[in-house]
């Protein structure tokens, strides 16, 4: 196994590894839910942007955000490769020289991915719904400028450490999965198989459990004002954020919701969090974007 697939739990020492969808070509609609709806002050979400619609969400202490309804798909990730057309200008100095293609190789000696990713992670075309896989930190990053938003990352901007990648005041992503802080899980504080995309769902439903834009049939969001109208937060993959730190010469990026779709012996999908070297990619680690409000 490559350090990739070694997801390294907060609970233990932080050290380092070495070494196209019906909505592809449009902005997410539908009407205005309460969590993007404008908040007291004015503050709103932007809208008109690439991807998933924004959502509107408040952090313990008062400050707001928007996140994704939903996971960035393949689909649309190809949109956006194909857009870049190769150029890889405007990228931050730890992703200077990073191509956007995700580096897909068939399995050698009995299922290792030495150079690259497991297929299974990212097919626009056979798949251009189900979330995308097998982009590493500076992708996600990439993608999310492009699209007029950004990575999720720590409450209110400003440096980030690892320390509170699970700290719902001071974590984006932390604070949606936990619904600022008050359950377990986005919906509460119990996990029954098949609520997400878990091993259960796709036990049941096969690939379609993994079409990520298909909220009708959605279970797997929270169940408060906001909080109710985001998607997939754990369980299918898991998400890159902009909360990195260097550490022992290595750049180090989180991937939360740690979980695992292929195995019924795995534990639950949760919102924990696991740190990763930035340039690593896995076929079940994608991400989706984020916005500052509008006032």
């Known amino acids: 196994m490559t350090c990739a697939g070694l997801i390294i739990s907060l609970g233990l020492s932080l050290s380092a590894c070495g070494g196209v969808a019906s909505d592809v070509n449009a902005v997410d609609g ?16 932007p809208v008109g942007f690439f991807g998933a619609k924004l959502i509107q969400l408040e952090a313990p202490g008062g ?3 928007c996140m994704d309804q939903r996971e960035v798909t393949a689909g649309e990730y190809a949109a956006f490769v194909a857009a870049k057309n ?3 200008s405007g990228q931050s100095s730890e992703c200077t020289g990073n191509h956007w293609e995700p580096a897909l190789s068939t399995p050698v000696d009995g299922g290792d991915f030495p150079s690259g990713c497991d297929p299974s992670g990212y097919d626009p075309t056979g798949h251009p719904d189900h979330a995308v896989a097998c982009v590493d930190f500076c992708d996600a990053a990439g993608f999310c400028a492009w699209a007029g938003k950004r990575l999720c990352g720590p409450v209110g901007g400003g440096g980030a450490t690892l320390s509170g990648i699970e700290d719902p005041a001071r974590s984006e992503w932390a604070n949606a999965c936990t619904q600022g802080g008050t359950t377990k899980y986005p919906f509460g504080d119990v996990y029954t198989p098949g609520t997400c995309v878990d091993f259960t769902a796709l036990q049941s439903y096969g690939e379609a459990a993994k079409d990520v834009t298909d909220l009708a049939l959605g279970q797997c969001s929270g169940s408060t004002d ?9 369980g299918s993959v898991s998400e890159w954020t902009d909360e990195c730190e260097a550490m022992g010469g290595y750049f180090n990026c989180p991937t939360h919701g740690v979980a695992s779709m292929d195995s019924p012996t795995s534990p639950p999908p949760s919102c924990q969090a696991g740190v990763w070297l ?3 990619t896995h076929h079940e680690v994608g991400f989706r974007c984020c916005a500052d409000v509008e006032r």
Do not use: I, K, W
């Not at 539908?30 to 979400?45: I, L, Q, R, V």
């Not at 906001?226 to 754990?234: A, E, I, M, N, R």
């Open 30 to 45: 539908g009407a205005d839910g309460p969590g993007d709806a404008a908040a007291e002050g004015g503050a709103a979400c």
């Open 63 to 65: 400050h707001r955000y």
């Open 86 to 88: 190769g150029d890889t």
């Open 226 to 234: 906001g909080f109710s109208d985001v998607y997939d937060l754990v």
């Open 278 to 280: 930035f340039s690593e």
